[in-house]
């Protein structure tokens, strides 16, 4: 690997030499960067992991009050280790990719319990924290800790690609080793965070995924991408695969001003969060007696009146659709397994977000 990255270094010379790079990138990170995010030139590892966890898959308007809500209610690592479950998640509801926060637990935990609250200081020791990929890895290690390890995000595949005109895919092995070894290649081994940082930023405000500013690139001149008018084809992406389409029926039983409701423990969407009991189906119903038929033989739950099942709520995910239907009915007696809570209480359990939207709207508990 070390010859590979000094033969691919022989390469990148050509286009440019790292320390000219680093003087175009940072003369703009000077002059033009007015990206203010709370967690940049943040020195505490505990607050750079909590931002770099919910910055995966989120985008930063996003995160941002994510991230303020978790650093006030969790000040620390023990805070957040010894937070009730339910409390964190539902500090988290809304953001989805629910794995992130249960790895962000289990990881606290272990901080807590078996380093005394101490963040690990190395890379390797980063890396091996449940849900640290390489790219937090490195970001972490920087930015805390002014390790050489150069982030590897979508803004800097996106302008690598460009800038040096590959045509390799970042996310397969052969164009990871590529991408790799340019980062290497280009890092400010002296001043690692500082050129993560401007790196991310040149990427989210210059170098844009749609309609980049190249008038006004610094690297235009060189900028293979510009260059050959190939801005929109780089990087190359994975064509990404039709969703899979769930169906969900859920019921909204109600027995003497209590709601029943189910904790999901199982590994698949939603695990750890709330739902109303449901039946996942095959097909799409509209036929209110046989949604009835369904729940009660499912569910075995008899009712005492029933109510009229709402049109579909809608959630697109990563890699599913899920289309679901809420049937309201007053229940004859309690279905064992559930907990039963009064309406008021449900704005303390973290939800889906389909089934929030469900609960949002204003014609919920409206008895027609």
Not at 151 to 174: E, Y
Not at 313 to 342: C, G, M, P
Request: charged letters at 25%.
């Amino acid at each position: 690997m070390a010859y590979l990255c000094e033969k691919m270094a022989e390469n990148f010379k050509k286009i440019i030499r790292s320390e000219t790079f680093r003087k175009k990138l940072y003369g703009w990170n000077l002059k033009e960067n007015d990206r203010k995010m709370p967690w940049k030139g943040e020195k505490d590892p505990y607050k750079i992991w909590i931002s770099e966890i919910i910055l995966q898959q989120t985008r930063v308007e996003q995160g941002l009050k994510y991230y303020n809500k978790f650093i006030s209610e969790f000040p620390d690592v023990h805070k957040l280790a010894s937070a009730p479950e339910k409390k964190v998640f539902k500090l988290w509801e809304g953001l989805g990719y629910y794995s992130r926060c249960r790895n962000m637990l289990t990881a606290a935990k272990f901080i807590s319990n078996n380093l005394n609250g101490r963040f690990p200081d190395s890379y390797e020791k980063i890396l091996s924290l449940k849900g640290v990929g390489t790219y937090t890895a490195s970001a972490i290690a920087s930015f805390a800790f002014n390790l050489p390890y150069p982030v590897l995000d979508g803004n800097v595949f996106r302008i690598l690609a460009r800038i040096f005109g590959i045509s390799l895919n970042p996310r397969n092995t052969s164009g990871k080793k590529v991408f790799q070894a340019l980062a290497n290649y280009l890092l400010d081994k002296k001043n690692p965070g500082l050129y993560n940082q401007a790196m991310m930023d040149f990427g989210a405000l210059v170098c844009r995924p749609k309609s980049p500013l190249c008038h006004q690139c610094v690297f235009n001149k060189i900028c293979y991408a510009y260059l050959h008018n190939l801005t929109e084809q780089l990087p190359i992406r994975n064509i990404k695969k039709p969703g899979r389409k769930r169906l969900f029926i859920f019921l909204v039983a109600e027995y003497k001003n209590e709601l029943a409701i189910e904790r999901r423990t199982n590994k698949d969407i939603w695990q750890n969060l709330y739902c109303f009991p449901y039946v996942e189906w095959h097909t799409d119903i509209n036929d209110e007696k046989e949604v009835v038929s369904l729940l009660q033989k499912k569910l075995k739950v008899k009712f005492r009146k029933t109510y009229s099942l709402t049109p579909t709520y809608i959630q697109q995910l990563s890699h599913q659709t899920i289309h679901a239907r809420f049937f309201r009915a007053d229940v004859k007696e309690k279905i064992n397994n559930y907990i039963w809570i009064t309406k008021s209480k449900l704005k303390d359990y973290p939800f889906p977000g389909v089934i929030n939207r469900f609960l949002d709207d204003p014609h919920f508990f409206k008895k027609v």
